[in-house]
């Protein structure tokens, strides 16, 4: 790992929720907003600088983690989906040919411009993402199921993909990041 300017045990990780930068100590199972005493703060400055982009009106270094992106999905489950279930349906009963049908006039829409992905997510996606207008925040590779990841680390920043299917169900991502 490049040279943090942290004490030992310390690490630099990302909040999703904030997209900001906090501190975590896998020793003593403690994070912090900002970085424990003892850290050479230019040695932290560099290796921020390096390894995020951009910096936040307070001076925050934040932006995209390194070897990460950001993604949006709008998810259509089926009756076969290892959780038939969401937020829109207590039992979700359609087949996968319906979902299908139901992902492929969202993709329509999408691609004709006449919605974005993040509306129709709001209303119309069972993941629970849905109220994030399908916002997942960053992730990088090993934490989606790897179909889905291979799909939306084959996306350029903006592209929408094909529908793709997991073992959650039927989903459309896009690269927000
Ligand atoms: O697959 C399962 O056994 C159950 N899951 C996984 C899950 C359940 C709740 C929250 C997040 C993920 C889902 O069905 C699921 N997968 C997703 C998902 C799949 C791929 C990328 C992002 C989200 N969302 C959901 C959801 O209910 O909200």
Request: with cysteine.
């Given at each position: 790992m490049a040279d943090t300017g942290l004490p030992p045990g310390w690490e630099v990780r990302h909040s999703n929720s904030k997209n900001l930068p906090y501190y975590f100590n896998s020793n003593e199972k403690v994070s912090r907003w900002e970085p424990p005493s003892g850290t050479d703060t230019e040695k932290l400055k560099h290796y921020m600088a390096a390894h995020h982009s951009a910096t936040s009106r307070s001076g925050a270094v934040v932006g995209v983690p390194e070897g990460k992106i950001r993604a949006a999905h709008l998810l259509v489950k089926h009756r076969?989906?290892?959780?038939?279930?969401?937020w829109r349906e207590n039992e979700i009963t359609r087949s996968k040919e319906e979902a299908y049908e139901i992902i492929r006039g969202h993709e329509k829409r999408i691609k004709s411009g006449e919605a974005a992905l993040g509306e129709l997510a709001l209303t119309d996606?069972?993941?629970?993402?849905a109220r994030k207008r399908g916002d997942l925040g960053y992730f990088g590779h090993g934490d989606m199921q790897k179909e889905f990841e291979d799909a939306a680390f084959g996306l350029q920043v903006g592209e929408m993909s094909s529908v793709v299917e997991t073992a959650s169900g039927l989903h459309l991502i896009e690269r927000l990041e």
């Open positions: 076969d989906s290892r959780r038939p279930k969401s996606s069972d993941c629970s993402s």
